[in-house]
């Protein structure tokens, strides 16, 4: 079980650290104004400075105790984390498959195991739906836009 209040650390913490690489990476990019105009990394820098700002008073806000919702206790039940988790993991999954497998191949083994897996399809239909899914993905992007999707290590080990 997940306290209001570490949900709400936590999720300061991220939405700060993701603000910062915003900061960091726009200096990069030059701010402040140039011959041309405003350089290009203005305006995100102002951006990920609102960003670390917003998660500075969350963090703050989850860290003083007080009688708002940051002091219910349990924020997230196990039953909701089970649920949570099963539509995390498998994507979590897809994604970290996709430079192995390749977008097709990874985007019909998502399908199938999101519909065969929690029973929500029977394998035969989960199967043909998996396969439709790839079919699909492959005519529209690779034939119809001709923009080539990652095809995978095992795609490139067996030549194709």
Excluded: C, K
Aim: glycine share 8%.
């Amino acid at each position: 079980m997940i306290s209001r209040r570490a949900l709400e650390l936590a999720t300061a913490i991220l939405t700060g650290s993701f603000g910062v690489a915003v900061v960091v990476q726009s200096l990069d990019n030059g701010i402040g104004w140039s011959s041309e105009g405003v350089d290009a990394g203005t305006f995100p820098f102002l951006t990920g400075i609102i960003i670390v700002v917003g998660s500075l008073y969350n963090l703050a806000r989850g860290v003083v105790p007080a009688a708002s919702l940051a002091s219910v206790p349990i924020a997230i039940t196990s039953i909701e984390l089970r649920r949570l988790a099963g539509l995390f993991v498998p994507a979590a999954i897809f994604v970290g498959a996709i430079p192995l497998l390749g977008m097709y191949i990874a985007s019909a083994a998502y399908v199938f195991a999101v519909l065969a897996i929690p029973r929500h399809q029977q394998v035969l239909w989960s199967a043909i739906t998996a396969a439709a899914t790839a079919l699909a993905l492959y005519v529209v992007f690779e034939r119809m836009f001709q923009v080539s999707l990652p095809h995978g290590a095992l795609a490139a080990a067996l030549g194709l």
